[in-house]
């Protein structure tokens, strides 16, 4: 009976975690288009930001989708590995705010969209606060393809557990607006896409 009882336990697990796995923020795995990348390529197979990790994000001279795609390979199985709270450390340490909290008007628009993106991947269940800094940096950033990309997917992130049909238009909205500064690889785009394009039927339901 107790076999039986765990083995019962397992199967709901793992199916749990196979539900989970499948929402914007953790189905559109774009840093695979970036491998070429050494330091992206470590971030994916460690999982936890260090010091150069955090160097290369706030480095002004680092391409948004370089810095998104670094934050992307971390991965969303944080499994205690806080890494938005690294960079918050490291963001403190670096501006050496003497406030308890970090002042996030205080960041560029590019710090935003790695902390909200940092956020967003480590705290998914609850994506609002994320969802709110990347829209900061949006209001910094308008014309970064990058930037309206990663908060169209914290936005869909907030939206899934209500409206399947606002996941697909907000990653629509981004990709029919043609002043955007294409700031983004076309192979991480259709990664990015090709999950979230099965949002559309939602539409017509």
């Known amino acids: 009976m107790k076999i039986k ?17 499948d929402s914007p923020a953790t189905s559109t795995p774009f840093s695979e288009a970036y ?7 470590i971030s994916q197979e460690q999982g936890v930001l260090n010091e150069e990790m955090c160097r290369f994000l706030t480095n002004h001279s680092i391409p948004l989708d370089q810095k998104a795609a670094l934050v992307n390979a971390l991965g969303w199985k944080f499994e205690g590995k806080k890494n938005a709270e690294i960079f918050t450390q490291y963001l403190m340490e670096k501006y050496r705010f003497q406030t ?11 710090e935003m969209m790695c902390l909200g993106y940092l956020k967003l991947l480590e705290d998914y269940f609850h994506p609002l606060e994320a969802m709110k800094i990347l829209e900061r940096a949006l209001e910094i950033k308008p014309k970064s393809f990058t930037v309206n990309i990663i908060t169209a997917i914290a936005r869909g992130q ?11 238009l907000f ?9 955007l500064e294409k700031d983004f ?14 949002y559309q039927d939602s539409c017509f339901k």
């Not at 308890?100 to 590019?110: D, E, R």
């Not at 907030?158 to 697909?168: L, M």
């Open 5 to 21: 009882f765990f083995t019962i336990l397992y199967i709901l697990l793992v199916f749990s975690q196979g539900v989970l796995a």
């Open 35 to 41: 491998l070429d990348i050494p330091l992206i390529k």
């Open 100 to 110: 308890k909290n970090l002042p996030i008007y205080a960041l560029n628009g590019s």
């Open 158 to 168: 907030v939206a899934f557990d209500t409206d399947w049909c606002q996941i697909w």
């Open 171 to 179: 990653a629509e909205s981004v990709m029919n607006n043609k002043s």
């Open 185 to 198: 690889r076309p192979e991480a785009i259709s990664i990015i896409m090709d999950y979230l394009i099965l």
